[in-house]
Nanobody
Framework: QVQLVESGGGLVQAGESLRLSCAAS????????MGWYRQAPGKQREWVAN???????IYADAVKGRFTISRDNAKNTVYLQMNSLKPEDTAVYYC?????????WGQGTQVTVSS
């Protein structure tokens, strides 16, 4: 059973930074794709960023240029560096990992950005 555990969320002011971590229970090199999603109150979950097995990354337009996804295979951990945070970035952030047709999810970590 794959477990993903997010950490690093918190309360920050607009313009500040946070780094989220997603620690996997096994080797992340076995996943085709890992990524981050977020869900704001009253809204649907939305995709934020992906990193695929080759190391290529892709971002949603709303975070492009501000967020960076990366991974450390030795630590089985994926990161999301979030800079220049805005109040509209406030959400619960979820880590995901995909292996073939199966997607695994973490429990989420709250990020709150005050204006």
């Amino acid at each position: 059973q794959v477990q993903l555990v997010e950490s690093g969320g918190g309360l920050v002011q607009a313009g500040e930074s946070l780094r989220l971590s997603c620690a996997a229970s096994g080797s992340i090199s076995s996943f085709n794709r890992m990524g981050w999603y977020r869900q704001a109150p009253g809204k649907q979950r939305e995709w934020v960023a992906n990193i695929i097995s080759s190391g290529a990354t892709i971002y949603a337009d709303a975070v492009k240029g501000r967020f960076t996804i990366s991974r450390d295979n030795a630590k089985n951990t994926v990161y999301l560096q979030m800079n220049s945070l805005k109040p509209e970035d406030t959400a619960v952030y979820y880590c995901s990992a995909a292996r073939t047709i199966i997607t695994y999810w973490g429990q989420g970590t709250q990020v709150t950005v005050s204006s």
